[in-house]
C-alpha cells in the first residue's frame, strides 16, 4: 500500500511539472540515462555514412511518440523496430529527442 501511495505522489510531482500522461513509456538505462543513441551506418552501395538517432527502451504506443516528434521536430523519417521497443529517426536528432523527451518529465 505505500509503495502505490509513493508511486502516485511522484505522478502528481511529475504532472505538476508540466508533464502530461501518455500512452507510451521510454524505460532509462541501469545508470539512469535516456536511452537515445546516435548510430554512424555505412551505406554498402554508396560508400555513405548515414546518421540515424535511436531511441531504446519504448513501451506502449510508439505511434503517439513518433506523432509528437514529429509535431515537435517536423518531418522526420522514422523507422519502428520489431518488437515496437525501438525507434530510428534518420538524421542526428539526439539532443532534440533528450530534450524533448526531459521536458515529457522520462
Known sequence: MALATAAAGAVRAVMSAGARPCGFMVHRTPLGYLPVYLEVRRETSKYQSVEATVIRGLEGNVTQLVDELRNELGELDVLSRAGGDSLVLWG???????????????
Open 92 to 106: 542526428n536528432y539526439m539532443d532534440e529527442c533528450t530534450e524533448y523527451l526531459l521536458r515529457r518529465g522520462f
